[in-house]
């Protein structure tokens, strides 16, 4: 072979065949880079494989829930009855996040009530639910006093929040202190929580809010069924709001929710829009009434609520019709 030509270095040798293997023989070579990395072990290997069909997976869940999730709610009225009631629990949990910070400035203040109130408000028109208010006249402007009302479900809070008076806070389980956003939003806001499990310890606090009632001007809300009751009828009333109002001397004002039955119902898994009628009752005065006058004084605020009870849950403004029906509330004794 004669000398090499520079055209030879630059790959243009006149003395070399065009198809000549030596063409492709530096890109059989491995390159510097290549000589030193590492070859994947099996864990590398297996992600690798396994990470595009883990998405295609996650894709076809999604395109299945999303086909299934509007098939079950116009064609399964548990499943939209669910549905409904996870958005409201979960929204409730939400809004609390954002009131925290803004309570939080406040600290432990009733008057944070009012924050939670105004976030609150606008629930009632994501359910369609129509909430008419009556005898809001009959608050006592300008005293403390002990409110009193029915409880059925969690949907109590729309009427409650409806008719809310100021500086208004209510008493409620214990438990509620563990749930989540909710419950720091509800300390924040002064509610009053109750260990219904120790008697001493519920005693005590009672005792501790007749005297908050009296030197700080706070109205407090309770329900004296002591737990939700579904079966469109009323619990007898446990008798500590009773005490609380006769001990710090302060009237009752018995608040009345109509039957929600027409539009819910969690036995049937039932939950649609309707309406429901809030009725405030005069104040029941309590000056000069003892210990010893507790259980009348329950008995007969029950009975007047139970009457006010029937008569907006029939009269087509309220609950509708459910009282009429057999078996219905409108059976139960007084």
């Not at 000549?20 to 072990?41: D, I, V, W």
Request: proline fraction near 9%; hydrophobic fraction near 45%.
């Amino acid at each position: 072979m004669g000398a090499l030509t520079p055209s030879c270095v630059s790959g243009s040798c006149p003395h070399r065949p065009p198809n000549s293997a030596f063409y492709t023989l530096p890109a059989l070579l491995p390159s510097r880079n290549q000589a030193h990395s590492p070859l994947p072990g099996p864990l590398q290997v297996a992600r690798m494989e396994l990470w595009p069909g883990a998405w295609t997976v996650l894709l076809l869940l999604f395109l299945l829930l999303l086909f299934l999730l509007p098939t079950l709610w116009f064609c399964s009225p548990s499943a939209k009855y669910f549905f409904k009631m996870a958005f409201y629990n979960g929204w409730i949990l939400f809004l609390a996040v954002l009131a925290i910070p803004v309570c939080a400035v406040r600290g432990r203040n009733v008057e944070n009530m009012k924050i939670l109130r105004l976030m609150l408000l606008h629930i009632k028109y994501l359910y369609g639910i129509r909430v008419e208010v009556r005898g809001a006249h009959h608050f006592p402007p300008s005293q403390p006093y002990v409110v009193v009302s029915n409880h059925q479900s969690s949907l109590d809070l729309l009427g409650m929040m409806e008719v809310l008076p100021g500086r208004c806070v209510p008493i409620a389980k214990r438990e509620l202190l563990w749930a989540g956003s909710a419950g720091l939003a509800c300390w924040l806001a002064g509610v009053i929580f109750i260990d219904r499990k120790r008697t001493g310890d519920a005693i005590s606090v009672m005792s501790e809010v007749a005297q908050t009632l009296l030197t700080q001007d706070v109205r407090v809300w309770v329900f004296p069924e002591g737990t939700r009751n579904h079966n469109g009828s009323m619990l007898p009333f446990k008798r500590g709001a009773f005490h609380l109002a006769v001990q710090a001397q302060v009237p009752i004002v018995p608040i009345v929710m109509s039957s929600y039955q027409d539009f819910y119902c969690k036995k049937e898994r039932r939950f649609t829009s309707g309406r429901c009628q809030v009725r405030v009752l005069p104040p029941v005065p309590t000056e000069g009434l003892t210990p010893d006058d507790v259980p009348a004084l329950a008995d007969r605020v029950r009975h007047s609520m139970l009457t006010i009870f029937r008569e907006i849950s029939t009269d087509g403004r309220g609950g509708g019709d459910y009282l009429k029906k057999p078996g219905g509330m409108g059976e139960a004794p007084l």
